[in-house]
């Protein structure tokens, strides 16, 4: 029986099959199912501003003039972003195939490697992250929003706890609106882009101006030598890469609405030019203030309130617009999908993303965003750790175990193909535990500790490397020939025929 149809390198469900897996509803919903083929309509410009408005955010500019802070010039600095954003630029096209391909989000994806039950594993991973993003974003928009209340209301300050009450008003702003859903995210990237590209301008602008011009902004001397100065740049890569791992796991949330894999491909091809764009800014801003203030100030906030009022009211305005474009954009997503897969029936994505602000507040951001050591080694160090293994088993069980081919009714299947043992792939549980392995030893033998360092690199390599063995004899693989008896190729003209090329009737 033909259940799904491919038009385009596109597959979609046939009415017939949509029709009989909407009726599992604790495996489907509005949100979680299959796109039409009407909904893939993104073109490569969305995707294009939706990384601009992702990258050009407070976090990579506190990365980037972070990562100057270590000692590195400004060269070494922006090497190592690009270095970085081009390293996971590689899982992040590779997983953002399945989306287009077959138009689910993530954790419907997480269904194929783990099973229907088992992907809630993968999924609460990526939330738990998304969740501490999204506080981290909250507390950088909360700055900014006290430094204007207090240039404008100086009164403002002798509120004991001001930051945190300036805290808690932008973190519901961001839940609100947050709640209003996938397609609301993409307009406000479309509209957040071109400003904050605007805006990194003018701060560029400053920073040669105050300077004296772009030769003293850049003058600041590497510190870093030999193996000093590898021993800083290889964990800065991988910090990088962690940035964006994330995205690298979640990735289907936004690609299933590609009209083509050339335009996600083309879109998502501008992430590191602009990463290493932005960086520059943030780098080349951060060495004026040493000249003009005599230290480096990586907190864009910090900078901002040493202007004059007019200019702390827009700079905040900015900062602003900033954070709750990466946080509505790159930190909701993927949690309220996760939330919403815990219970299809009962949770709507309005409802994962007040779960999703709420997870935040534990994730305690004023502590992570206390040191900048804390921030990059230790935040996105451990995390990137912690999803290695899940971006290397979800690129193996693609591309090398099914090779593109999946029965996309069965993953809204009770007791079906992508079922496995209760719900669980128990291969995928081992090939994840397989891939902690290496950088745990690297945490816990010192002469090893650049297996720790670079653990997201060595994790996902281990773990898609053991996943593929492990899936080796999986009966849950579809052959070509299975394939091609529940797949009907449709031309773009709408004439039917099938995988050998044969009509189909009716």
Partial sequence: MQTQVE?????????????????????????????TRAEHSWRASRFASLWTGMCLCIPTYSLASGILSTGMNWWEAILAIFVGSCVVLVPILLVAHAGTRFGIPYPVFARL???????????????????????????FGGLALDAIVSRLVPSWTTIGPHQYVAFGLFWLLNVGVAMRGPQAIGRLAAFAAPTLGLAAVLLFAWGMSAAGGVGPMLAVPATLHGGAFWAAFFPSVIGVVAFWATLALNIPDYSRYADSQRAQLRGQLVMPLVMAAFSFVGIAVTSATEVVFGQKLWNPVDLIVKFPTYVVLIGGIVVILSSITINVGANVMAPARAFENLWPSRITFAGGAILTGLLSLLMQPWYVLSTFATYVFTWLGTYGTLLGPFDGIAIADYWLVRQLRLDLFQLYSRNGRYDYAGGWNLRAVGALIVGWIPPLIGLWVAPLHFLWSGGWLFSIIVAGIAYTWFMRTEKSRLTEPEYEAITEIESPVGARVAVSGEPVSG
């Fill in 113 to 139: 490697w783990f099973g229907t039950r088992g992907a809630h594993v993968p999924a609460l991973a990526r939330a738990v992250i998304g969740a501490g993003w999204f506080g981290i974003n909250s507390w």
């Fill in 7 to 35: 038009q385009s390198g596109i597959v979609t469900l046939t009415a017939e099959s949509a029709q009989a897996a909407s009726a599992n509803i604790d495996l489907w919903n509005d949100d979680l199912r299959p796109c």
